[in-house]
């Protein structure tokens, strides 16, 4: 029986594809490579997103040694578009009906602690969410994944058996995860991937 529902966060639970595209292809153009359309995102999307500013013509080693800039550049740029998003259609009820049956519901993301937090508050989620699993500073997302140390930790923490653990998310990422810990995943489609 499943007693801990792991929700990615962005394109998953919230609907900020458009923002984040906006975000990425600004940081792309500070950094001199080359913007890409939605589907283009779709197919590329990576994270750490060094990898991804890389592959559209920014300079790697530039990325690396500007990193906090990079932070600063894309979290300044995302935050003003992402307070006109609202979270993803059913979202909200199926929030409620885990919460309803006892279910524990956790965010793991790469965003920010401190940027989901507000979200949550203003989408009126926060009251569904037990703990948010993600990163304290801007950069960190840029120059490593860290998801599945962080979801490791939690479930041996909270002594969960792998049986009662679901993962869900838009990404390659929450596959890996659930394959690397032996849970159950779910990948929704029309977020950030493919």
């Known amino acids: 029986m499943i007693k801990l529902v792991v929700f990615d966060w962005n394109g998953t639970l919230l609907s900020d594809t458009t923002a984040c595209i906006a975000a990425d292809n ?3 153009k500070v ?3 080359n913007p890409v359309n939605l589907k283009i995102y779709r197919d590329t999307i990576i994270i750490p997103s060094n990898n991804f500013y890389a592959a559209h013509g920014c300079s790697l080693q530039r990325l690396k040694k500007e990193s906090k800039k990079l932070g600063e550049i894309f979290h300044s740029y995302y935050e003003e578009r992402v307070k006109k998003c609202r979270s993803r259609k059913n979202a909200k009820e199926t929030l409620s009906f885990l919460s309803s049956k006892s279910i524990k519901s956790i965010i793991l993301s790469n965003h920010t602690i401190k940027g989901i937090e507000y979200q949550l508050k203003r989408l009126k989620l926060e009251k569904y969410i037990f703990q ?3 990163n304290s500073e801007l950069d ?3 120059k490593e ?3 599945l140390e962080k979801l490791r930790k939690y479930i041996h923490k909270y002594n969960y058996n792998k049986n009662e653990v679901l993962i869900i998310g838009d990404s390659p990422e929450e596959a890996e995860i ?5 849970i159950k995943s779910a990948l929704i489609t029309k977020g950030y991937y493919s």
């Not at 659930?178 to 032996?182: C, G, P, Q, V, Y």
């Open 140 to 142: 960190t997302s840029m």
């Open 145 to 147: 994944r860290n998801k």
């Open 31 to 33: 950094f001199g490579g």
């Open 178 to 182: 659930a394959k690397k810990l032996n």
């Open 132 to 134: 948010v699993l993600a």
């Open 26 to 28: 600004h940081v792309i």
